[in-house]
């Protein structure tokens, strides 16, 4: 794994949540960063990224409800 695949993930998540919410991507990176949902994604690449969208999503969204 190149150290890029991580972050090409976190704005796949970014793109996604984005279109889900209809946010800008700015204000998504902002909520991300503010809940710790940011460093979750980065940390936890390994196993979310082989995941579905829908499920990828709502695993944010339930993340995001438990930090904020």
Same mark, same amino acid.
């Given at each position: 794994m190149s150290n890029t695949e991580p $972050?090409?993930?976190l704005s796949f998540c970014i793109e996604a949540y984005k279109m889900r919410h209809h946010l800008s991507g700015a204000d998504v990176l902002q909520l991300f960063d503010k809940t710790?949902?940011?460093q979750? $994604?980065?940390?936890?690449y390994e196993v979310l990224h082989?995941?579905?969208e829908d499920w990828i999503v709502a695993d944010i969204e339930e993340f995001i409800r438990l930090h904020i």
């Open positions: $972050l090409y993930f710790g949902a940011t979750y $994604l980065i940390d936890g082989t995941q579905g």
